[in-house]
Nanobody
Framework: QVQLVESGGGLVQAGGSLRLSCVGS????????VGWYRQAPGKRRALVGS???????NYDDSVKGRFTISRDNAKSTVYLQMTDLKPEDTAVYYC????????????????WGQGTQVTVSS
């Protein structure tokens, strides 16, 4: 079963930086378009930004200029570089892919990771 795995979360002071990674499971040879989402306690999961298969990106206004999404297709990995972090960025961050490449070809779907916690202290 294909899964996505996020990593890189942690505790950081306001103004600090973190880089999150999203990689497919061992059966995955590549990721399609990927979105990064976050969910703070008591709030709904919200889109932070996304990257398409060609590297084009979009961001929520709340993170523009501070967060950057990139991908390394050779490593089947998508990154979320977060700078100038603020306490309101505290949330569980998830990646989501609209499809993955496996040895059986492209599999369109709705693939999620388990999430990684980001906590920003003031």
């Amino acid at each position: 079963q294909v899964q996505l795995v996020e990593s890189g979360g942690g505790l950081v002071q306001a103004g600090g930086s973190l880089r999150l990674s999203c990689v497919g499971s061992s059966r995955t040879h590549g990721l399609g378009a990927v979105g990064w989402y976050r969910q703070a306690p008591g709030k709904r999961r919200a889109l932070v930004g996304s990257i398409n298969s060609r590297g084009g990106t979009n961001y929520d206004d709340s993170v523009k200029g501070r967060f950057t999404i990139s991908r390394d297709n050779a490593k089947s990995t998508v990154y979320l570089q977060m700078t100038d972090l603020k306490p309101e960025d505290t949330a569980v961050y998830y990646c989501n892919s609209a499809g993955v490449w496996t040895s059986d070809g492209y599999s369109q779907g709705d693939y999620w990771g388990q999430g990684t916690q980001v906590t920003v202290s003031s």
